[in-house]
């Protein structure tokens, strides 16, 4: 979203951008020269497109928006993770994390960078361990603005990034259009190049959307953050529960895995007396392997304000255990530092206004 009501340029795929060029009788090459500009040599602005013919730079301008990414500040060093905050042309600010290399990511394999986007300002889905959504949900991200973290996060640090997550803020199904199309830029040869198998969704079981998502011409894998292996469980902790529950959430889930032939991923949080049962693990364990889904567990990081906590190290190696007795593909996120869970999927973004009226924030 753009506050002058212009498209950005950045939410444009290469073959809108050619069927705009044609409305204006210039040459379908133009199109490719443009994302030259945009994704290998990252210009600021259309008047640095230096091969097009300076109307043409004009006339793209009055047309469509730069982005206007501020970057507000980067919190962590060099190989630990880092969060971005930025704050988009509106004025709401969301937050991007740089995860350095970590054998047990999603697509990842250990020398690679992943990036952790946001996709929504606020979520809606009121998951009652999650930070995100405590303040509410305030507006969907426009591709432009999902894609422009990659960009503003290798402009800022100095590293390619080669691995997505789209683990942020917000529920990425529930802004489908724009993340669909978002995942196309960064997937494409001539945008950000990252390999499909390199870019994640997670959801927290909009079943719906997961099939529309398995109709899609997209190689990109999916992650269901399940968290309870029952109906009783999952109600108490996700109100999405309600409206799709576990049958029909494992249903879409099987249309995709069809659809796909690939495997997903259940994430799954130990929260200690909630969801962290041994009948839990056993019923997990059975939904994975009906599925051929690789399960990632992942202990509470607590969140102020919050009464949840993490099992203990022993209870988090027994649930695994459990899952390994099944023969199911499980990891256990281990890493101490890192910092991976309390960077991925639990921003919180804290915005108190000074006395002389400016937005002051701070990331928890
Ligand atoms: N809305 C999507 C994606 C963003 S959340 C979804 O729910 O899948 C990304 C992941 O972080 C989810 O699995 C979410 O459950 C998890 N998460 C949220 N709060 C967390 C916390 N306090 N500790 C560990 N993981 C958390
Ligand atoms: Fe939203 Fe995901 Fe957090 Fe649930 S876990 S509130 S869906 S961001």
Same mark, same amino acid.
């Given at each position: ?225 399940? #968290? ?53 693990? #056993?019923?997990?364990?059975? #939904?994975? @392997? ?33 899952? @390994? ?7 256990? @996120? ?31």
């Amino acid at each position: 979203m753009q506050t002058t009501g212009k498209r950005s340029i950045h939410s444009l795929v290469l073959d809108e951008i050619t069927d705009y060029l044609a409305t204006q009788n210039e040459r379908p090459y133009r199109a490719k020269q443009i994302v030259d500009w945009l994704y290998q040599r990252r210009v600021g602005g259309f008047n640095e497109m230096s091969d097009l013919p300076q109307a043409l730079r004009e006339r793209l301008a009055q047309e469509f928006a730069f982005g206007n990414f501020e970057t507000v500040r980067v919190l962590g060093s060099q190989d630990t993770t880092r969060k971005f905050l930025f704050r988009l042309g509106d004025g709401n600010l969301i937050e991007s994390v740089l995860i350095p290399a970590s054998p047990s990511l999603y697509g990842s394999t250990s020398d690679r960078r992943t990036i952790c986007v946001s996709t929504q300002v606020g979520c809606a889905y009121g998951c009652k361990f999650c930070a995100s959504g405590l303040d509410g949900f305030s507006r969907n991200l426009d591709a432009s603005e999902i894609v422009q973290q990659l960009l503003a996060v290798e402009k800022a640090s100095g590293e390619r990034i080669d691995n997505v997550v789209f683990m942020g803020m917000g529920e990425p199904l529930a802004n489908f259009a724009n993340v669909v199309r978002a995942i196309r830029i960064i997937n494409a040869p001539w945008g950000l190049e990252i390999g499909a198998r390199h870019i994640t969704v997670s959801t927290s079981g909009l079943a719906p959307q997961i099939r529309k998502l398995a109709d899609e011409p997209l190689q990109s894998r999916l992650a269901i953050s399940l #968290h309870g292996a029952t109906d009783d469980v999952r109600d108490k902790i996700m109100p999405i529960n309600r409206k799709y529950n576990l049958t029909t959430l494992l249903a879409a889930c099987d249309y995709y895995a069809s659809r796909k032939k690939q495997r997903i991923y259940f994430e799954y949080i130990l929260i200690a007396g909630i969801n962290d049962a041994e009948e839990q693990a #056993h019923l997990l364990a059975h #939904h994975a @392997r009906r599925l051929g889904a690789r399960v990632n567990l992942i202990p509470y990081n607590t969140v102020e304000g919050l009464e949840w906590s993490r099992p203990s190290r022993e209870k988090q190696e027994r649930f695994l255990s459990i899952l @390994r007795g099944h023969q199911v593909v499980a990891t256990l @996120r281990r890493e101490k530092g890192h910092d991976i869970d309390a960077a991925c999927g639990q921003l919180r973004l804290q915005t108190k206004r000074s006395e002389d009226g400016v937005i002051i924030a701070a990331v928890s």
